[in-house]
Structures are given as C-alpha cells and as structure tokens.
C-alpha cells in the first residue's frame, strides 16, 4: 500500500472518531460547565499521552518545536473544545456538526501560508464547491441556531483549522502521535488548575454526561488526532483535509440516532455532493502542477 492511500485510510479513520466529538460534547455541557468540560478532556487526554511517551521515548522537541506545539495546544486542546462546547450550550449538535465542513477550507489555506502544500487552482474550486454544500444546507434546512452559537462554532472551525495545519507540519518531524501528545501535556497545568477550579457536584451529572466526557478525553483529544496527524503526514493535507467534508454527515447519523434528530433525503443528496467534492478536490491536489518551460537565451538552439 502506498503511503498516500494509507494516508487517506489514517485520516478517514480519523474523521470517523472526531464524528462524534460533538455528539459527545452535546451529551457533555447537559450537566456540565463548558469549561470544565474543555480542561477535564485535556488532562484525560494527557494521561494517555503521557503514558505513550513513557511507553516509547524519544528526544524532547527542539525549542523551536515547542513553539509550534504550543500553537497546536491553544488551537486543537484549547480553541476548539472551548469554543465547541460554548456553541452547544446555544446551537443543537446537528447544526454544529454541519459548519465542521468548513474544516478542510481553513486547514488548507493555514498550510498553505505555513508553505506546507501549493495546490492547483482546482483544488480551491472543489473545496469551495464543497464547503458551499455544507453551509447552504445549514442554512436553508430546519436546524435552528443562534447568532452567537454560529459565531462560536466557526471560531471553533478556525481554531481546528490552524491547528490541523501546524500540527501536520510538526508531524513530518515528531510523528502524529507525539505531536498531540506533546500538545495535550503542554496544556496540562492550565487544564489542572481549571478542573480543581470548576470541580462539579458528581451527584447531579448523568451517566450520558460522563460517557460524553470520556470520549471526548480519549478518542476526540488523543486517539483521534494519532490517526489524523498521521494521515495528513502520509497522504498530503491538501488531499486527506478533505476527508473532513464527510464529519458533518457522519455527525448527522450518530446526532440522529443518539440524539433523535431527523435525517431527510436532503441530507443524502448532500452527502453524495460532498463526496464528488471530496474526489475531485484530492485529484487536483494529488496531480502535480505542469513545469514551466526554462525561458530563451541567447545561446539555446
């Protein structure tokens, strides 16, 4: 198998898990603090990182590393979950999960500044077709939302964004699954010093609750990203970033069955759009760009 299709297995392994992080979050912020809820997936997380470096360790990251792993920590550990939970306090998971297609858009265009791909111009024209899919079905269905919800779930979507592109960077170097372990012990004391801080009254928390939290700790802020990072190391961001088109419509059947939202032949229609999106957008950005022609001298025949 070559790496640029285990890539794209990585990463649709990867979206697959992150499809229920909002379900998950939903479940979560019914009993629980939004922002207990971001610091206590963190420090759940960090026991898993924590006992995979011990497990096989490697050098510390160089100094420079570190920096870029404290963007990746204040964006994937910290923006997103934070910004997510807010937005499900005020939005229902189905709307939340449909703005996640803007995802690929603003985790190809941080790459792109970072100097990490340079895709064909068609690239740009699937990912945007796709995305305008996404965001005209949350617009024009009956998922109702908020003004300020929205406005937290695409602060989220960016966050993710740019903390997708560093992280995939960074993983050419470290290896996915030490870049968000790194990532989650960085924000290990902040995340400690919240859950002592908004420690919850345990007798008023669901079992549901505390099932959300879980998997949001385990799967949507370490498991999953060992699979992304890796897949976007091994098939190209440009190409596996598209892979996130389809969260918002596997977030839609997991929404649908455990939170008994309705699912309509509009979402099926939407979902066969997204994926002609998907193909077309890793065709581009899979094809090399042709060389351009070395210019005249005086001395070529």
Wanted: proline share 6%; aromatic share 10%.
């Amino acid at each position: 198998m070559d790496g640029r299709r285990a890539g794209l297995i990585d990463g649709l392994i990867g979206v697959t898990m992150f499809s229920g992080s909002l379900v998950a979050t939903r479940f979560a912020v019914i009993d629980l603090d939004p922002l207990f809820s971001t610091h206590a997936r963190a420090v759940g997380a960090a026991l898993f990182a924590g006992l995979a470096l011990a497990v096989a360790p490697r050098p510390l990251p160089r100094p420079r590393e570190f920096v870029a792993l404290a963007v990746v920590a204040a964006t994937v550990v910290v923006g997103f979950p934070l910004f997510s939970a807010l937005a499900l306090r005020e939005i229902g998971a189905g709307r939340a999960t449909l703005f996640i297609g803007l995802l690929p858009l603003f985790t190809a265009a941080f790459a792109i500044a970072r100097g990490a791909t340079a895709p064909r111009p068609a690239f740009w024209l699937f990912a945007a077709a796709g995305s305008a899919v996404v965001a005209t079905y949350a617009l024009s269905g009956s998922l109702a939302g908020t003004l300020r919800g929205d406005g937290f779930i695409v602060a989220a979507v960016v966050s993710a964004g740019l903390g997708y592109a560093e992280g995939a960077r960074l993983s050419t170097r470290l290896g996915g699954w030490r870049v968000i372990s790194w990532a989650v012990l960085l924000a290990l004391p902040w995340a400690l010093v919240g859950v002592v801080r908004e420690w919850p009254d345990w007798s008023r928390v669901a079992p549901s609750a505390m099932g959300g939290l879980a998997y949001t700790a385990a799967i949507s802020q370490w498991l999953g990203f060992v699979f992304w990072y890796r897949g976007l190391e091994r098939g190209g961001v440009a190409a596996v970033s598209q892979l996130q088109l389809l969260q918002p419509f596997l977030g839609l059947i997991l929404a649908g069955l455990l939170l008994g939202e309705t699912i309509g032949l509009g979402l099926i229609a939407a979902t066969v759009a997204v994926v002609v999106c998907i193909v077309g957008a890793r065709m581009a950005a899979a094809r090399p760009r042709p060389a351009r022609p070395a210019p005249l001298t005086e001395s070529s025949p």
